[in-house]
């Protein structure tokens, strides 16, 4: 069964654009969670979809959101993107049965750097 | 919130040895679930072990085996026979039984020298 994939996997952005990151789960898998990864904050949780809607939301300004499409496909967007935003973007896909008992599943995740 | 606290940022090993990485967290539920997860210089997060809160038995997959003691709220992961390809980032993770998403620890860099 291939894995999660993400689009694109290297990204440069300069200050004040927006960008949209994708992410394929694993096929069955409905739940789709990102994670900002930064070397000063670490492997941080933005947001979880399931089923087109979003069960969860970390601790981001509004300027980070996404969506999923009825194939459990996830987008993200970054709007008015500032330095602070590089990072590697790690998406994760699982079952998503009640509960939260599932393991996550990870990609191999979107480099984005910002000028 | 939950809180999850690896204390040790770099350890190296020769070749197989045994290892033992440190992992604590904090939580006022009940019901969860924890995880060791390695990223490689490729950056893919890769699950290691997985142990639910509510089983007493330690998981074990492979080489690898954890220590978890939920009193303490302690989640150690050994590495017996550590190979080469055993270097990476060692994350720590913890989720809960609602829709959050994981909350990691800062990571163990493990070295394997040959």
């Known amino acids: 069964k291939a894995g999660v994939t993400q689009t694109p996997r290297y990204l440069i952005k300069t200050r004040g654009q927006q960008v949209t990151l994708s992410c394929s789960p694993i096929?069955?898998?409905?739940?789709v969670s990102w994670y900002q990864q930064t070397p000063g904050q670490g492997l941080q949780f933005l947001f979880e979809?399931?089923?087109?809607?979003?069960?969860n939301k970390g601790n981001f300004p509004g300027r980070f959101s996404g969506r999923q499409f009825s194939n459990s496909r996830s987008e993200m967007n970054v709007s008015t993107l500032e330095l602070g935003d590089s990072a590697l973007y790690l998406c994760?896909?699982?079952?998503?049965?009640?509960?939260?008992?599932?393991?996550?599943?990870f990609g191999p995740g979107t480099r984005l750097l910002v000028l | 919130a939950q809180t999850v606290t690896q204390s040790q940022p770099e350890m190296s090993v020769q070749e197989a040895e045994t290892v033992t990485l440190s992992c604590t967290y904090d939580t006022s539920e009940s019901n969860y679930y924890l995880f060791w997860y390695k990223q490689p210089p490729s950056r893919q997060m890769i699950l290691v072990i997985r142990?639910?809160?509510?089983?007493?038995q330690n998981a074990t997959e492979n080489r690898f085996s954890v220590n978890f003691q939920k009193a303490a709220k302690s989640f150690s992961l050994k590495i017996s026979d550590s190979q080469l390809g055993d270097t990476a980032m060692y994350f720590c993770a913890f989720k809960g039984g609602g829709a959050d998403g994981l909350t990691f620890g800062k990571g163990t860099h493990l070295i394997i020298q040959p």
């Open positions: 096929s069955g898998h409905r739940s």
């Open positions: 979809y399931f089923s087109e809607t979003q069960r």
């Open positions: 994760a896909s699982s079952l998503g049965l009640a509960g939260g008992s599932e393991t996550q599943y």
């Open positions: 142990q639910e809160a509510y089983k007493q």
